[in-house]
Every structure is written in C-alpha cells, then in structure tokens.
C-alpha cells in the first residue's frame, strides 16, 4: 500500500501543487491532499488538530514547521494516540526535489517505518 500525504499549510505553493497533480496522474502516482483545502483543516489550524485529523485518515503529514510540529507530534504520541508519522522538509528544495521524495516515500517505504516518527530531509 502506498503512503498517502498531508501536506501542511506551509506548502501551498502554487508551482508544487500543480507539479504533484501532474505526478498524480502519472504511472507511479502519489495521493496528496493539503491544509486549508479540506472543510475540517481551514487556514490556520493548529499542529495538534492536523495530527488527529492525519491520524484519522492515515496520512503522513509533511511540514516546513519545525518550530512547532515535531513538540505537537511528540505530544500527540505521549497523550496515547498515534501518528502516520511527519516528514520535516527543510527550505530550499527544489520542486521536482520534493516531488522526487514524495514518490520515493511513498512507493519505497512502509506506513510502519514512519508510525509515530518524525524525520529530517534536507
């Protein structure tokens, strides 16, 4: 099964959204949905509420946000719920960079490898 995303609000570039609709309708797609485009995640909402939501549908958040995302992870698993799991992006990757890496990701690792886990890309 391959890993679906949660993309964080931070990642609401246009360029990057239109290059992960091409991917998805490639022969080796990804499912990505984002933040603010989904009724229950408007603009705005805080860390822990996009863990649960993440949660509940089993989508492995990534985020540009590690001000705050890896605490309310670590939160989030500490309080007995669990996690698909965060990926930290760190600024200054190109687009088909991070295109790149979401498919790897999903098609080359397992939502196992990933529960309650975060992890650094540079």
């Known amino acids: 099964m391959a890993i679906r995303f949660l993309l964080d609000e931070n990642f609401r570039w246009g360029a990057l959204w239109h290059a992960i609709l091409r991917q998805a309708e490639s022969n080796v797609p ?29 989508r492995l958040v990534v985020s540009l946000d590690k001000a705050t995302m890896p605490t309310a992870l670590l939160e989030h698993v500490a309080s007995g719920r669990t996690s698909p799991g965060v990926v930290l992006l ?19 690792s397992t939502p196992d490898e990933w529960l309650n886990d975060y992890r650094w890309i540079p």
């Open 90 to 108: 760190r600024g200054g990757l190109t687009i088909p960079a991070v295109v790149e890496l979401l498919v790897f990701i999903s098609h080359a």
């Open 30 to 58: 990804i499912d990505v949905v984002r933040v603010a485009d989904i009724p229950e995640l408007p603009p705005g909402t805080p860390d822990p509420q996009i863990l649960a939501w993440a949660e509940t549908h089993g």
